[in-house]
Structures are given as structure tokens and as C-alpha cells.
């Protein structure tokens, strides 16, 4: 069943699929907690619930909360959607797995926040607005033995990503990667890119990651 994607809301994409493999290698016992994180349509959330996980969605876009609602109810399954900021709305709160795939597109006019469907992929001149964010707060919400699993462009550094959590205490690698063509975001800024020094001269594919990142018990 394809979910319901309202308009402005980010559709499920090749991070999404890349994500859901991640998903599938991790063993999730009945009832273990789940957090989406940047839930846009619910595909993830859908997919931790029908694995038996007790989810939690949140999205600061209100199309997204109520599609990720809409698709939750369609597909019977229970997922409880929060509309906030990253964390923000489940502050107090511990998981088993954390998964997100928040904006990583180094974007120009960094200075900006970024506003109605941009803010699904722009993620500042790095592409780290909200990642460093993540790699802040995320850990704080694992339980003992919990997992992050985050994805995003190679474009935004995951050497970074990586630093940042291991240097929380948690034991992060890259776990999946893919090649894929430019996406409409990606063409549309090519020449800034390259004028930034992020991609070649000859480079039209993007490579996404997967960061795998453990609490140790």
C-alpha cells in the first residue's frame, strides 16, 4: 500500500528505501520503542509498526503529522504522530531505535531558515542545520543497547556525522551506501555545488549513506 503524500510533504524517495533496508537488518523484539524522526509521509514509521514496534512519529510540517496520521489509520496500524521540532515533543522519553532522514542538501542563502517544502531537504551550506542537531540530542534518548540510524548525502560529511556520535560515547560506522542520479534539488544546484568545491566537474550522481549508531549496554 503506498502512502498517502499530501502536497509540500516529502515523498518516499531512494534515502527512504536505503533507510528501510537499514531498518530490516536491525532485530526489533515486540514492543521495542521506535522514534521517526522528520516522519514526512510515515513509510518508516509504518514499516518499524507492522514490525511489532511501539512508534512514535513527529514532523514540524502539519501536512506531514496529518498525512503520517492519515497513512497510520489506513494501514490499522498504531502509530502515535507528534508535531514538533526533532525532539522537542518527546523531551523526558527513551527508545530502542531512533530513525531518521532529516534535510542534508547543502543549500545557498545559508543564512535562511529554510521554508515550506525546502525545509524537507535544505539543510544550511554544509548540509549539517539539523544533522549536528541529531548528533547532539539523539543519544540522549537511547536506551541501553538503542541504535540511531540516520541517513543522508555523502555531500554533508558523514566523517562528521560519525565524529560527533562516537564522540558521545556511541559506537557509529557506515552501514549501506548507494549511488543515484541527481534529483531534481540536487540538478537545480549543481553549478553552486561545484562553485562550493562539493562536487567535481564530472560528477552527476549523489552517494547516500546510512550511519549506524549504537549505545553500548
Given amino acids: 500500500m503506498n502512502p498517502l503524500v499530501l502536497p509540500g510533504v516529502y515523498a518516499p524517495q531512494e534515502d527512504t528505501d536505503l533507510l528501510a533496508g537499514a531498518l530490516s537488518d536491525e532485530p526489533l523484539p515486540p514492543g521495542a520503542e521506535v522514534l521517526d524522526v522528520g516522519t514526512g509521509s510515515g513509510a518508516l514509521a509504518l514499516e518499524a509498526a507492522r514490525r511489532g514496534g511501539r512508534v512514535t512519529a513527529v514532523d514540524v510540517s502539519r501536512r506531514a503529522v496529518c498525512a503520517a496520521r492519515w497513512n497510520a489509520w489506513r494501514a490499522r496500524l498504531p502509530v502515535r504522530v507528534r508535531h514538533g521540532n526533532l525532539f522537542e515533543p518527546v523531551q523526558g522519553q527513551s527508545f530502542d531505535l531512533i530513525l531518521t532522514n532529516p534535510p ?26 539539523v544533522l549536528d542537531r541529531i548528533c547532539r540530542e539523539a543519544p540522549e534518548l537511547l536506551r541501553p543497547g538503542g541504535v540511531l540510524l540516520v541517513v543522508h548525502s555523502a555531500l554533508s560529511d558523514p566523517d562528521r556525522t560519525l565524529a560527533h556520535l562516537r564522540a558521545t560515547g556511541l559506537k557509529a560506522s557506515v552501514t549501506r551506501r548507494r549511488r543515484i542520479p541527481f534529483g531534481p534539488v540536487m540538478r537545480s544546484r549543481e553549478d553552486w555545488l561545484r562553485e562550493q568545491g562539493l562536487l567535481s566537474a564530472d560528477e552527476d550522481n549523489e552517494e547516500l549513506v546510512v550511519v549506524r549508531a549504537e549505545l553500548p549496554c
Fill in 104 to 129: 542534508y542538501v547543502p543549500a545557498p542563502a545559508a543564512g535562511r531558515e529554510p521554508r515550506g517544502p525546502a525545509r524537507a531537504w535544505d539543510a544550511g551550506g554544509d548540509g549539517r542545520l
